[in-house]
């Protein structure tokens, strides 16, 4: 009954390759987002979505594209990974302020 | 024990103490403010938030301090226990995109996060 699930958990990779990582919520919530995590532990945003649209959209490489088939879900495509893209990135939502983060994905570019 | 998030990220406290946490954050037209906690290997869970018309808020063993003046923003934990000690993030709300309003109330579109402080707690 996880309210924000991501899969995979964990991701290892070659340089080049092409990846989706799934994120869905149960909570009923109209705003979804991505949040790439580095190794100092700080969070940035990288997309938002509310209700299937696209209402933020930070300073992304284009490799990095969204989807959101409907309001309960939003992937993440990535093109060509490259070493760089390692991280850990998490899927939230909300309603209203509160945001309620997945347990991520860890992606590791080698 | 008492930190600055930004220039102390981790912060050793006995077990039973008090503990605070502290941030700086950036933007004067902030109007809303969260703490995460995240542990281990798992995503930020929600502890407490406070609203810039406050400037006290009291969660069970948790209270958020909001000083608007010198835009800092601390988060109290009393009588610190060992499953306390994950990291501790402070979030703040720039209202860039302004909020959306749809048919669950407003939703914020932004948080802008700090970088998290590591609470350590001995026995």
């Known amino acids: 009954d996880t309210a924000v699930s991501q899969t995979p958990k964990y991701l290892v990779t070659q340089m080049g390759n092409d990846k989706s990582i799934k994120c869905e919520q149960n909570?009923?919530?109209?705003?979804m987002y991505w949040y790439k995590q580095d190794s100092k532990k700080f969070l940035k945003i990288m997309f938002s979505?509310?209700?299937?649209?696209?209402?933020i959209n930070e300073t992304v490489p284009n490799r990095f594209s969204p989807k959101s088939p409907d309001k309960a879900h939003l992937n993440l495509h990535i093109n060509s990974l490259e070493l760089g893209d390692s991280a850990v990135y998490f899927c939230?939502?909300?309603?209203?302020?509160?945001?309620?983060f997945g347990p991520g994905t860890r992606l590791l570019v080698l | 024990g008492e930190s600055v998030g930004l220039h102390l990220p981790t912060l050793s406290v006995q077990e039973g103490d008090n503990s605070i946490i502290n941030c700086a954050y950036s933007?004067?037209?902030?109007?809303?403010f969260i703490w995460y906690k995240q542990e281990s290997g798992k995503g930020p869970q929600f502890i407490i938030d406070?609203?810039?018309?406050?400037d006290k808020r009291q969660g069970q063993r948790v209270t958020v301090l909001l000083n608007k003046t010198v835009k800092h923003l601390s988060l109290q934990i009393a009588a610190t226990q060992p499953g306390d000690s994950p990291v501790y993030i402070c979030?703040?709300?720039?209202?860039?995109?302004?909020?959306?309003?749809?048919?669950?109330?407003?939703?914020?579109?932004?948080?802008?996060f700090g970088q998290g402080t590591i609470l350590t707690v001995h026995p």
């Open positions: 406070i609203r810039s018309n406050m």
């Open positions: 933007n004067s037209a902030s109007d809303y």
């Open positions: 939230a939502s909300s309603l209203q302020e509160t945001q309620y």
């Open positions: 979030a703040e709300n720039l209202n860039n995109p302004p909020p959306i309003l749809n048919a669950g109330g407003t939703s914020y579109g932004k948080l802008t």
């Open positions: 979505y509310n209700n299937k649209e696209l209402i």
């Open positions: 909570l009923g919530h109209d705003t």
